[in-house]
Nanobody
Framework: QVRLVESGGGLVQAGGSLRLSCAAS????????MAWYRQAPGTQRELVAG???????TYANSVKGRFTISRDNTKNTMYLQMNSLKPEDTAVYYC??????WGQGTQVTVSS
């Protein structure tokens, strides 16, 4: 049974930082491409960042230079370090892998 559990969301002022975590189980984590998506109210879910099994990364243009995706294969955990947060980063952030597997999401709210 695949399980993805996000944590680390919260309320932060603009310019602040948060670090999200995604703990994975039921998959071969070290060989899996992992990704963070987000969805704001009234919008479609969008890719924020992705990381392959060998550590190659990709980012949405809107977060390049501010967010960093990483993984710790010894802990089966993926991270998203978010710096210089903006109100437009407010959304529910989801962990994703294997085309069909999603976490329950964690709310990030950035106040202006």
């Amino acid at each position: 049974q695949v399980r993805l559990v996000e944590s680390g969301g919260g309320l932060v002022q603009a310019g602040g930082s948060l670090r999200l975590s995604c703990a994975a189980s039921g998959i071969s984590f070290s060989s899996s491409t992992m990704a963070w998506y987000r969805q704001a109210p009234g919008t479609q879910r969008e890719l924020v960042a992705g990381i392959t099994s060998d550590g190659r990364t990709t980012y949405a243009n809107s977060v390049k230079g501010r967010f960093t995706i990483s993984r710790d294969n010894t802990k089966n955990t993926m991270y998203l370090q978010m710096n210089s947060l903006k109100p437009e980063d407010t959304a529910v952030y989801y962990c994703h892998t294997g085309l069909v597997y999603w976490g329950q999401g964690t709310q990030v709210t950035v106040s202006s």
